[in-house]
Nanobody, 126 residues
Framework: QVHVVESGGGSVQAGGSLRLSCAAS????????MAWFRRVPGKAREGVAA???????TVADSVRGRFTISRDNALNTLNLQMNSLQPEDTAMYYC????????????????????WGRGTQVTVSS
């Protein structure tokens, strides 16, 4: 059973940066499909960025050029570097993982992932 735990959230001013990390256990990040999602109360969970087993990345249009997804195989973590943060980036951010490829769902689809963390809050003030 894969277990993921997020960290690194916090409060920043608009224009600032944060780096989120997701520690994985029960599996190695290099052998998992992984992604970051976020959710604002009252709205659907939104896919932010994803990375496949072979290292191919996908980033949502809303954060492209500002957010970067990466993994640290040595530390067995998934990271999300968030730059130029804006108030609309305020949300609970979740790490997700899957061991197998679920055909029919794109990389930023909730249904593609089986294992979820509890989230870390990011708050951006103007």
């Amino acid at each position: 059973q894969v277990h993921v735990v997020e960290s690194g959230g916090g409060s920043v001013q608009a224009g600032g940066s944060l780096r989120l990390s997701c520690a994985a256990s029960g599996g190695t990040v290099s052998n998992l499909y992984m992604a970051w999602f976020r959710r604002v109360p009252g709205k659907a969970r939104e896919g932010v960025a994803a990375i496949t087993k072979d290292g191919s990345t996908t980033v949502a249009d809303s954060v492209r050029g500002r957010f970067t997804i990466s993994r640290d195989n040595a530390l067995n973590t998934l990271n999300l570097q968030m730059n130029s943060l804006q108030p609309e980036d305020t949300a609970m951010y979740y790490c997700a993982a899957a061991e197998g490829l679920r055909i029919g769902y794109n990389r930023l689809s909730n249904q593609r992932y089986d294992f979820w963390g509890r989230g870390t809050q990011v708050t951006v003030s103007s």
